[in-house]
């Protein structure tokens, strides 16, 4: 049900200005809303994008003070900001309506939503439903951590369209609306820097589904405990998918490479199947494919050596599903900013693979996956620390054997060293670009 003059005249505070804090601004000027920002951030640092400043009241820098938000009608949480910080929780008690944009977008949005969760594969599995979808010239569009901001996109929308939203624990946490279509990936332990604990954190990712409809459709990977646990949960109707099960004909002839990747195949296969997409568009969105950036991405290749370029692995899991993608010689890249996550898996996965040859250990968490390597057992580890990239990338070129491959997958996060991911994956690709 719509509420688009829910917000007319309201005083309506909004958590941080990144790219969905901004949407949220844009949309709530637009609704006639007396907006204030709040970040932790100086103005000097902030990007207003386009937004006017005078039209906004700015708590921003040494103003940055969350007790004032039992003054405001709705406080507007951006997904970095957590959900239960006393002061909100306080302002919620206060009477104050505490939501998010996507909860917003929820509530306005009049097409059907394919909301796309896990730990790992969101971004992969949520582009080629769009790519499917768009190759069946549905209404159809991409939205969120990956795509356009999502709340700008509601002047365009009408009932027959489609918005494929991929939904982190950051948004799902306070989530008490479910996606028409919801697709659980893997899920394992993750962000355990912002979540108090891993129970939090699967029950954040449980909202995909908690509160869909009959109607409604769960698409969940059966290869795993937890996704698999939620169906006990779940009303609406159940597919399973799994790429042990996925047809063969959706297996041949692929540019992506990883096995990981046939899970993210798989359900976007399953989504197009509830869509009734012809099998024939979908094996040719899915052959074509070449993957998104920083995602296993080819760099290119320098006197016989290949580069891939897998920035965006910022947890153990998708490293190791990266590590499994090869088996010529491998240099691997790990190490970055601690996100207190465990490397002992990781460890067992490296010390096990005969093809990994060269260990280079990099950031803050260097010594932390350090400690669960073996030594002697046929590779070499190099710890270069707080290094430029150019000399990580010179030292794993000269490191490795011709035929082989250098993967960048660190298994951390990148806020050690770099901006975020893409900076990482940027520096190491513009570094491979230098050595040719």
């Known amino acids: 049900?719509?509420?688009?003059?829910?917000?007319?005249?309201?005083?309506?505070?909004?958590?941080?200005?990144?790219?969905?804090?901004?949407?949220?601004?844009?949309?709530?000027?637009?609704?006639?809303?007396?907006?204030?920002?709040?970040?932790?951030?100086?103005?000097?640092?902030?990007?207003?994008?386009?937004?006017?400043?005078?039209?906004?009241?700015?708590?921003?820098?040494?103003?940055?003070?969350?007790?004032?938000?039992?003054?405001?009608?709705?406080?507007?949480?951006?997904?970095?900001?957590?959900?239960?910080?006393?002061?909100?929780?306080?302002?919620?008690?206060?009477?104050?309506?505490?939501?998010?944009?996507?909860?917003?977008?929820?509530?306005?949005?009049?097409?059907?939503?394919?909301?796309?969760?896990?730990?790992?594969?969101?971004?992969?599995?949520?582009?080629?439903?769009?790519?499917?979808?768009?190759?069946?010239?549905?209404?159809?569009?991409?939205?969120?951590?990956?795509?356009k901001p999502y709340l700008e996109l509601l002047p365009r929308l009408d009932k027959e369209s489609i918005v494929i939203l991929e939904m982190s624990s950051f948004q799902l946490i306070d989530m008490n609306v479910s996606p028409n279509i919801a697709v659980v990936l893997n899920i394992t332990a993750d962000h355990m820097d912002w979540h108090k604990d891993i129970e939090e954190y699967v029950n954040a990712k449980k909202n995909i589904v908690l509160f869909q409809k009959p109607s409604d459709f769960a698409v969940i990977n059966e290869e795993y405990d937890v996704p698999r646990n939620f169906a006990e949960s779940i009303k609406s109707k159940i597919i399973f998918f799994s790429k042990n099960k996925l047809d063969s004909k959706f297996k041949t002839k692929l540019l992506l490479r990883g096995e990981h990747n046939l899970e993210n195949i798989a359900a976007a296969v399953a989504v197009a199947k509830i869509l009734k997409v012809d099998e024939k568009k979908i094996g040719k969105v899915i052959r074509n494919f070449k993957g998104l950036e920083h995602r296993l991405e080819l760099v290119g290749s320098v006197k016989g050596i290949a580069f891939y370029n897998d920035s965006f692995a910022t947890g153990p899991q998708p490293t190791i599903a990266a590590i499994k993608s090869f088996t010529e010689p491998e240099t691997l890249i790990l190490g970055g900013s601690d996100k207190g996550l465990d490397y002992s898996e990781l460890g067992d996965v490296v010390n096990h693979r005969a093809n990994i040859k060269n260990i280079i250990l990099i950031g803050t968490t260097a010594s932390k996956i350090g400690g669960f390597l073996k030594k002697n057992l046929g590779f070499r580890i190099l710890n270069l620390g707080f290094s430029s990239m150019d000399k990580i990338v010179k030292k794993a070129f000269e490191a490795t054997e011709k035929g082989g491959v250098v993967v960048l997958s660190p298994a951390s996060a990148s806020f050690d060293m770099f901006e975020n991911y893409k900076d990482r994956g940027n520096q190491f690709k513009e570094a491979v670009r230098k050595l040719k």
């Open 1 to 147: 049900m719509s509420t688009m003059n829910k917000y007319k005249n309201l005083k309506v505070a909004v958590l941080g200005l990144g790219i969905e804090g901004s949407d949220a601004v844009k949309y709530l000027l637009s609704m006639g809303a007396r907006v204030s920002l709040f970040d932790q951030k100086p103005e000097s640092e902030i990007d207003f994008g386009g937004i006017k400043k005078n039209s906004l009241n700015l708590y921003l820098g040494p103003k940055y003070n969350l007790k004032l938000l039992k003054d405001f009608d709705a406080v507007v949480r951006s997904p970095g900001v957590y959900r239960y910080l006393p002061e909100i929780v306080d302002a919620e008690k206060s009477g104050t309506e505490i939501t998010s944009p996507i909860k917003i977008f929820f509530e306005e949005c009049p097409g059907k939503i394919i909301g796309v969760t896990g730990t790992k594969g969101k971004g992969t599995t949520s582009t080629l439903i769009y790519e499917t979808l768009k190759s069946d010239s549905r209404d159809v569009y991409l939205a969120g951590n990956i795509g």
